[in-house]
């Protein structure tokens, strides 16, 4: 889970108009990778909202084309151990000139500092 949050955050964090979706999708894949378990990282890192739940832009290692201010899209990385479960954590953000702001906000531990589980 850890791995997933950290991928997903400096990801959400550094994403900025004029990146490609492929670069987006770098800032996550390349934390989980770091971590061993970029095998299981099977899906692309997000996906443009609008009229339809799944459209352009996709963050995906394929799509080369810059990302403007105004876009919503989500970042939603994961990892999945067969045979164990998995994890994913998503959040819709909308891109602005100062970087992805999140328009979901809802806590992301599963435990405080004294490592109690929270959820």
Sequence with gaps: ??????AQENARLNAKPGMSGAE????ARDVIASY????????RT???LGLEVHEEP????????PLEAGMTFTIEPGIYLPGRGG???EDDVVLTADGARSLTNYPRNLAD??????V
């Excluded at 889970?1 to 950290?6: A, D």
């Design 1 to 6: 889970y850890r791995i997933v949050q950290e």
């Design 24 to 27: 987006i999708d770098a800032l």
């Design 36 to 43: 061993g378990y970029g095998d299981q990282f099977i899906h």
């Design 46 to 48: 997000g996906h443009g």
């Design 58 to 65: 996709y963050i995906v290692s394929s799509n080369l084309v």
């Design 87 to 89: 994890v994913r954590i």
């Design 113 to 118: 500092e004294d490592g109690k589980l929270v």
